[in-house]
């Protein structure tokens, strides 16, 4: 049996921390992601509202680190819980201009 998992989310940039490096040199950058939007559920209009933690590597990684905080953009990646961790992280691996 085969899952996906599989995330694509229209998000601004709330915050992101300095390019760094892994252990064994990969590039990496911690950010965290905003979506507004409205949707409907059981009928009714909601505004829908999320910030998610998220990282990203590689070129990716270097790519996103030069963006502008505001700045809106249409990410696809996966999300995992990290060790140790009671949350979700969404792992970024390509963005586009929204």
């Not at 252990?23 to 509202?49: D, F, I, M, Y």
């Not at 270097?62 to 060790?83: C, H, M, Y």
Request: contains cysteine.
């Amino acid at each position: 049996m085969r899952f996906d998992n599989q995330l694509s989310l229209t998000a601004s940039i709330l915050e992101i921390e300095t390019l760094r490096y892994t252990p064994s040199g990969v590039p990496a950058v911690n950010c965290r992601l905003e979506h507004q939007s409205e949707t409907t559920e059981a009928g009714q209009l909601r505004q829908v509202k999320a910030i998610m933690k998220s990282v990203a590597f590689g070129a990716v990684a270097e790519q996103l680190a030069k963006q502008d905080i505001g700045s809106s953009w249409n990410f696809k990646g996966f999300v995992a819980t990290p060790r140790h961790a009671k949350h979700v992280v969404f792992h970024i691996q390509e963005f586009a201009q929204q």
